[in-house]
């Protein structure tokens, strides 16, 4: 059971750290603080380099000699 907590606390900090970024993000473009031009560019910048370099990033995992040895199957 304890395991499931951690497990559920954890979800929920990275979920709550997502909303206070979309919280920020809404109040910026509320206060003008970033004009729409801003706004396409940091859309371009996380279509076109973030997201794909998350991607890759993801896909990066730890060679073992376990794993190696089955990668013949």
């Not at 801003?38 to 370099?53: K, V």
């Amino acid at each position: 059971m304890n395991g499931a907590i951690m497990d559920f606390l954890i979800v929920a900090d990275q979920i709550f750290i997502l909303v206070l970024l979309i919280a920020a993000g809404y109040v910026a473009v509320s206060a003008k603080i970033v004009d729409p031009r801003a706004t396409r560019g940091l859309s371009g910048l996380l279509i076109n380099i973030t997201i794909p370099a998350l991607i890759v990033a993801s896909m990066q995992v730890p060679f073992t000699p376990e794993r190696l040895a089955g990668a013949e199957t």
